[in-house]
């Protein structure tokens, strides 16, 4: 990927990205997240330099259902998240009967 087609993707002119290489600007949160989605670069790497460079596939799964979840409408939105809880309660319950 050329420096054009990556300041492309991230929003920033090649000049701001070429400055941002160089710590002539600083990188704020917004290009963190899209550099990380563009290029599957961990948030936290980026930002701290300590862990994974990569991120694992839990963050690629959960950027999915993310995606997917984005392309509903309202309603939707709506009846998916009381599913989750509905999930989430369950599995909750029955964890604590095994526990017992």
Do not use: H
């Amino acid at each position: 990927m050329t420096q054009a087609q990556f300041s492309e993707k991230i929003c920033v002119t090649t000049g701001f990205l070429s400055s941002m290489e160089i710590g002539d600007r600083k990188v704020n949160s917004r290009i963190i997240k899209l550099i990380n989605l563009t290029t599957g670069i961990s948030s936290k790497w980026l930002e701290t330099g300590k862990g994974e460079m990569f991120a694992g596939e839990a963050d690629k799964e959960i950027e999915e259902i993310v995606n997917l979840y984005r392309q509903l409408n309202p309603f939707f939105k709506g009846y998916f998240k009381r599913q989750l809880l509905d999930i989430i309660n369950y599995e909750n319950s029955t964890r604590v009967a095994k526990d017992e």
